[in-house]
């Protein structure tokens, strides 16, 4: 899970699902990285979606194929 290991700490999920919250009050969608599910996945993976996407314009949750990719123009 290497560069989404902050994402397990306490509060974190939270916070970010607050940062989204504030910045995409006025969007028609939000797009996200799916981080990926740890080893043991289950109950506490699903958990960890719905707390980042808790409030949120409807959301895509898109898998990264590895180097990321920005783009402002469709």
Not at 12 to 34: I, K, Q
Request: hydrophobic share 45%; proline share 11%; net charge negative.
């Amino acid at each position: 899970v290497g560069e989404w290991a902050w994402l397990q700490a306490p509060g974190a999920a939270r916070a970010l699902n607050a940062a989204v919250r504030r910045h995409s009050a006025g969007a028609a969608l939000v797009c996200m990285l799916l981080p990926p599910p740890p080893a043991d996945g289950g109950a506490a993976y699903v958990e960890l979606l719905h707390t980042l996407t808790d409030g949120l314009p409807p959301t895509v949750l898109c898998k990264s194929g590895g180097d990321p990719v920005m783009t402002f123009e469709i």
